[in-house]
Nanobody
Framework: EVQLVESGGGLVQPGGSLRLSCHASGLAFDDYAIGWFRQAPGKEREEVAYINNDSGRTEYADSVKGRVTISSDAAQNTVFLQLNILELEDTAVYYC???????????????????WGQGTQVTVSS
C-alpha cells in the first residue's frame, strides 16, 4: 500500500524557518515525482514546489521563490521542503502528493496526482 506521511509542521514566528518532510512507502521512490501543496482556510489548494526524482527537475511557485527549497533523499524515501523567511500568508496545511514521473514531467494540478498524504499544519504567527 502506498503511503505518504508529512511531518515537520508547527508554529513559527514571521521570518522563521521550518523543514517539512514527506516520507513515502509502498512505491519505487525514484520512479515518482513529488509535489508539495498547501491549502489555507477559504483558499484553493495550490502547488508550492515540485521535484521529479527521475530527472531532478524542480519547480517553485512564484509566491515562494527564493524562500523555499525542495530536495530529495532517496536513502530515506523522503522529500523535504525547506521553508525560510516565513510570512503570515504561508500559514496553511501542507500536503505532499506523488505521481509516476512519466506522467508528471512537470508539476500537475492536484487532480492529476495519484497519491496524497494527510498534511501537516504550518502556522506563522507572532
Amino acid at each position: 500500500e502506498v503511503q505518504l506521511v508529512e511531518s515537520g509542521g508547527g508554529l513559527v514566528q514571521p521570518g522563521g524557518s521550518l523543514r517539512l518532510s514527506c516520507h513515502a512507502s509502498g512505491l519505487a521512490f525514484d520512479d515518482y515525482a513529488i509535489g508539495w501543496f498547501r491549502q489555507a482556510p477559504g483558499k484553493e489548494r495550490e502547488e508550492v514546489a515540485y521535484i521529479n526524482n527521475d530527472s531532478g527537475r524542480t519547480e517553485y511557485a512564484d509566491s515562494v521563490k527564493g524562500r523555499v527549497t525542495i530536495s530529495s533523499d532517496a536513502a530515506q524515501n523522503t522529500v523535504f521542503l525547506q521553508l525560510n523567511i516565513l510570512e503570515l500568508e504561508d500559514t496553511a496545511v501542507y500536503y505532499c502528493a506523488a505521481q509516476l514521473y512519466e506522467l508528471a514531467p512537470f508539476w500537475l494540478v492536484p487532480e492529476q496526482y495519484e497519491y496524497w498524504g494527510q498534511g501537516t499544519q504550518v502556522t506563522v504567527s507572532s
